[in-house]
């Protein structure tokens, strides 16, 4: 229904900055949000930012508030997340994941809760570390 690809993860020292991208492509079914998610070793995943994707509306975990934005430029099908501050906290893989739905999908409800017509990346690593 739809590929997404993410970049721009890497190692970087504390109160450091990363750009994470993910494009979106062979999309058959319209989605109705898309965030970011990230999965550290022995944790589960957690929801960090996501955005309606015709409100525009966002969502961020308190973790993350004031340190991350996600953006999404449409045109190129890419959302971003930029991540500033960054702590050895953050050290995990990110992955953006979309739910196919014909409607606008509150942000908070795309992070918050899972359902069966997400559809998510491979990831990328983030390392915080000195």
């Known amino acids: 229904q739809v590929r997404l690809v993410e970049s721009g993860g890497g190692l970087v020292q504390p109160g450091g900055s990363l750009r994470l991208s993910c494009v979106a492509s062979?999309?058959?079914?319209?989605?109705?949000?898309i965030g970011w998610f990230r999965q550290a070793p022995g944790k589960e995943r957690e929801g960090i930012a996501c955005?309606?994707?015709?409100?525009?509306?966002?969502y961020y975990t308190d973790s993350v508030k004031g340190r991350f934005t996600i953006s999404t430029e449409i045109a190129k099908n890419t959302t971003y997340l930029q991540m500033n501050s960054l702590k050895p906290e953050d050290t995990a893989v990110y992955f953006c994941?979309?739910?196919?739905?014909?409607?606008?999908?509150?942000?908070?409800?795309?992070?918050?809760?899972?359902?069966?017509?997400?559809?998510r990346g491979r990831g990328t690593q983030v390392t915080v570390s000195s």
């Open positions: 994941a979309v739910r196919l739905s014909l409607w606008d999908i509150p942000a908070q409800d795309m992070c918050v809760l899972t359902s069966g017509d997400d559809y």
């Open positions: 955005i309606s994707k015709t409100s525009g509306g966002t």
């Open positions: 062979e999309v058959t079914f319209p989605y109705g949000a």
